[in-house]
């Protein structure tokens, strides 16, 4: 069984650029996840689907940030403008409905704004 | 509000001992899950261990087992025989509970262990 996948694996842009990022989870997966990790820390949530829409986005900076999950399936998140602080790692995740399961991680999308 | 605490930064462990990484958490949920996961330098978090706020066993996974004191809130993670395959930042999560219908995982800042050889 494929995992998530995350493309690309790493970007280097430079500030007030735009951005993307895109995510395939785990087939079957209704929850989806996107985590940004900052250097030494923890991953901390910036949005959380149940199939196509987004139950959880108190994190997001919607100033600049924005997220789709289309047909409840992959997802992108973008960033427009970059600023220099949205260097991180972003993080997709997924897990099943229902029931104690973990989330299901892709390798991360590693953002570098210069 | 939920909040996981991990007190050690880094932690050192001589290859083929023991060694306990620290977790606490906060919670107002009765209902609620824990999880261990471990992300090498590479970048991607594998998922260790998982115990149930309602499990009365502590949960084991091979080398892993979950030290979980429910009164003290704590769910400290015991690695046994450790390898040198082991150092990695671990981090531990908590979801809320699935009673509410919602499965937000808040972590921790993370331990870094390395082993010596």
């Known amino acids: 069984e494929a995992g998530v996948v995350q493309s690309p694996r790493y970007k280097i842009i430079e500030k007030k650029q735009p951005v993307a990022f895109w995510c395939n989870p785990i087939?079957?997966?209704?929850?989806l996840y996107w985590y940004r990790q900052n250097l030494g820390q923890g991953p901390e949530l910036l949005i959380r689907y149940e199939n196509e829409e987004a139950v959880d986005d108190s994190q997001l900076p919607k100033d600049r940030f924005s997220a789709e999950r289309l047909k409840g399936v992959d997802s992108t998140l973008k960033i427009q403008p970059a600023e220099l602080g949205d260097s991180a790692v972003y993080l997709c995740?997924?897990?099943?409905?229902?029931?104690?399961?973990?989330?299901?991680f892709g390798q991360g999308t590693r953002l570098t704004v210069v | 509000a939920q909040k996981i605490t991990q007190t050690q930064p880094g932690m050192f462990v001589q290859e083929k001992e023991a060694v306990t990484l620290d977790c606490t958490y906060d919670?107002?949920?009765?209902?609620?899950?824990l999880f261990w996961y471990k992300q090498p330098s590479s970048g991607e978090m594998i998922f260790l261990i998982y115990q149930g706020s309602y499990d009365e066993q502590n949960a084991t996974e091979g080398r892993y087992s979950l030290n979980f004191q429910k009164a003290r809130k704590s769910a400290n993670l015991v690695i046994s025989a450790s390898q040198l395959g082991d150092s990695a930042m671990y981090f531990c999560a908590m979801r809320e509970s699935p009673f509410s219908g919602t499965y937000k995982y808040i972590f921790g800042t993370g331990t870094r262990l390395k082993v010596l050889a």
């Open positions: 087939s079957g997966h209704n929850t």
């Open positions: 995740a997924s897990s099943p409905r229902g029931g104690p399961t973990e989330a299901f």
């Open positions: 919670t107002s949920d009765q209902s609620y899950g």
